[in-house]
Protein backbone atom coordinates (compact mmCIF):
# COMPACT_ATOMS: atom_id res chain seq x y z
CA UNK A 1 0.00 0.00 0.00
CA UNK A 2 1.38 3.63 -0.58
CA UNK A 3 1.85 5.96 2.20
CA UNK A 4 -0.70 8.25 0.72
CA UNK A 5 -3.42 5.48 0.71
CA UNK A 6 -2.45 4.30 4.23
CA UNK A 7 -3.19 8.31 5.19
CA UNK A 8 -6.17 8.41 3.55
CA UNK A 9 -7.51 5.19 5.33
CA UNK A 10 -5.94 6.71 8.66
CA UNK A 11 -7.99 10.04 7.71
CA UNK A 12 -11.35 7.37 6.92
CA UNK A 13 -10.79 5.32 10.52
CA UNK A 14 -10.62 8.38 12.64
CA UNK A 15 -13.95 10.19 10.89
CA UNK A 16 -15.72 6.14 11.81
CA UNK A 17 -14.03 6.60 15.35
CA UNK A 18 -15.99 9.62 15.84
CA UNK A 19 -19.06 8.43 14.33
CA UNK A 20 -18.94 5.54 17.07
CA UNK A 21 -18.53 8.08 20.02
CA UNK A 22 -21.67 10.17 19.10
CA UNK A 23 -23.69 6.61 18.10
CA UNK A 24 -22.43 5.60 21.53
CA UNK A 25 -23.24 8.57 23.26
CA UNK A 26 -26.77 9.11 22.40
CA UNK A 27 -27.50 5.19 23.16
CA UNK A 28 -25.75 4.50 26.40
CA UNK A 29 -28.64 6.07 27.84
CA UNK A 30 -32.66 5.72 27.52
CA UNK A 31 -36.03 6.19 28.93
CA UNK A 32 -37.01 3.79 31.48
CA UNK A 33 -38.75 0.22 29.54
CA UNK A 34 -37.12 1.55 25.83
CA UNK A 35 -34.00 0.05 24.28
CA UNK A 36 -31.45 1.86 22.89
CA UNK A 37 -31.73 2.06 18.59
CA UNK A 38 -28.23 0.26 18.97
CA UNK A 39 -26.47 -1.91 20.97
CA UNK A 40 -24.29 0.41 22.57
CA UNK A 41 -21.63 -2.78 23.99
CA UNK A 42 -21.15 -3.41 20.40
CA UNK A 43 -20.58 -0.29 19.21
CA UNK A 44 -17.77 0.16 22.01
CA UNK A 45 -16.36 -3.49 20.84
CA UNK A 46 -16.69 -2.26 16.74
CA UNK A 47 -14.63 0.93 18.01
CA UNK A 48 -11.82 -0.22 20.08
CA UNK A 49 -11.39 -2.92 17.02
CA UNK A 50 -10.21 0.34 14.92
CA UNK A 51 -8.22 1.96 17.52
CA UNK A 52 -6.01 -1.54 17.60
CA UNK A 53 -6.07 -1.46 13.82
CA UNK A 54 -5.41 2.53 13.83
CA UNK A 55 -2.40 1.78 15.98
CA UNK A 56 -0.66 -0.41 13.75
CA UNK A 57 -1.33 1.87 11.01
CA UNK A 58 -0.08 4.98 12.21
CA UNK A 59 3.00 3.05 13.65
CA UNK A 60 3.47 2.62 9.88
CA UNK A 61 2.75 5.56 9.02
CA UNK A 62 5.44 7.01 11.35
CA UNK A 63 8.15 4.43 10.15
CA UNK A 64 8.03 5.63 6.65
CA UNK A 65 7.99 9.09 7.34
CA UNK A 66 11.20 8.65 9.01
CA UNK A 67 12.79 6.41 6.20
CA UNK A 68 11.55 7.75 3.13
CA UNK A 69 12.78 10.47 1.90
CA UNK A 70 11.98 13.09 -0.88
CA UNK A 71 13.32 14.78 -3.56
CA UNK A 72 15.53 17.42 -1.51
CA UNK A 73 16.86 14.92 0.53
CA UNK A 74 14.57 15.36 3.66
CA UNK A 75 12.74 12.92 5.15
CA UNK A 76 8.67 13.01 5.29
CA UNK A 77 8.96 13.36 9.32
CA UNK A 78 11.55 16.15 9.06
CA UNK A 79 8.60 18.13 5.89
CA UNK A 80 5.89 17.88 7.95
CA UNK A 81 7.61 18.71 11.29
CA UNK A 82 8.25 21.87 8.72
CA UNK A 83 5.11 22.25 7.30
CA UNK A 84 3.44 22.37 11.00
CA UNK A 85 5.85 25.07 11.78
CA UNK A 86 5.20 27.33 8.82
CA UNK A 87 1.32 26.61 9.43
CA UNK A 88 1.72 28.13 13.02
CA UNK A 89 3.90 30.71 11.65
CA UNK A 90 1.29 31.75 9.35
CA UNK A 91 -1.40 31.36 11.63
CA UNK A 92 0.36 33.89 13.91
CA UNK A 93 0.52 36.67 11.02
CA UNK A 94 -2.90 36.02 10.16
CA UNK A 95 -4.17 36.77 13.81
CA UNK A 96 -2.05 40.14 13.92
CA UNK A 97 -3.50 40.58 10.35
CA UNK A 98 -6.77 40.79 11.52
CA UNK A 99 -6.13 41.94 15.18
CA UNK A 100 -5.33 45.24 13.05
CA UNK A 101 -8.28 45.64 11.36
CA UNK A 102 -10.62 46.61 14.48
CA UNK A 103 -13.97 49.05 13.31
CA UNK A 104 -14.26 52.51 15.19
CA UNK A 105 -16.77 52.11 18.14
CA UNK A 106 -19.18 55.00 18.61
CA UNK A 107 -19.53 55.96 22.21
CA UNK A 108 -22.37 59.27 22.63
CA UNK A 109 -20.85 62.57 20.41
CA UNK A 110 -17.20 60.63 20.33
CA UNK A 111 -15.97 57.89 18.06
CA UNK A 112 -12.45 56.06 19.96
CA UNK A 113 -10.04 55.78 17.09
CA UNK A 114 -7.72 52.99 16.79
CA UNK A 115 -4.60 53.13 15.48
CA UNK A 116 -2.64 49.33 14.38
CA UNK A 117 0.25 49.03 15.75
CA UNK A 118 1.98 46.97 13.02
CA UNK A 119 2.44 46.78 9.32
CA UNK A 120 -0.58 45.38 7.97
CA UNK A 121 0.89 45.10 4.47
CA UNK A 122 4.19 43.95 5.75
CA UNK A 123 2.52 40.92 7.90
CA UNK A 124 0.10 40.08 4.70
CA UNK A 125 2.83 39.72 2.46
CA UNK A 126 4.94 37.44 4.88
CA UNK A 127 1.66 35.82 5.37
CA UNK A 128 1.19 35.44 1.32
CA UNK A 129 4.79 34.17 1.24
CA UNK A 130 4.37 31.33 4.13
CA UNK A 131 1.26 30.55 1.65
CA UNK A 132 3.22 29.77 -0.61
CA UNK A 133 6.05 28.11 0.79
CA UNK A 134 3.31 26.03 2.46
CA UNK A 135 1.58 25.03 -0.77
CA UNK A 136 5.19 23.94 -1.98
CA UNK A 137 5.75 22.09 0.68
CA UNK A 138 2.44 19.80 0.82
CA UNK A 139 3.22 19.07 -3.13
CA UNK A 140 6.20 17.82 -1.74
CA UNK A 141 4.85 15.87 0.70
CA UNK A 142 2.20 14.28 -1.40
CA UNK A 143 4.53 13.54 -4.31
CA UNK A 144 6.73 11.90 -1.59
CA UNK A 145 3.52 9.80 -0.58
CA UNK A 146 2.38 8.84 -3.66
CA UNK A 147 5.96 7.46 -4.24
CA UNK A 148 6.65 5.58 -0.36
CA UNK A 149 5.38 1.68 -0.17
CA UNK A 150 4.55 0.84 3.54
CA UNK A 151 4.88 -2.43 4.86
Known sequence: MKLAEALLLRSD???KLASLRERIAANAVVQEK???QENPAQLMKEAVGIL???EGLVLQI???NVASKASDGRSLAQLVARRDTLVQQHSLLQV???????????YSMKEIKW???VDVAKLQKQSDDLSKK???????IQE???RVEIK
Open 13 to 15: MKK
Open 34 to 36: EKP
Open 52 to 54: GDL
Open 62 to 64: NAA
Open 96 to 106: AVQGARKEPER
Open 115 to 117: VAT
Open 134 to 140: IRELNAL
Open 144 to 146: TNW
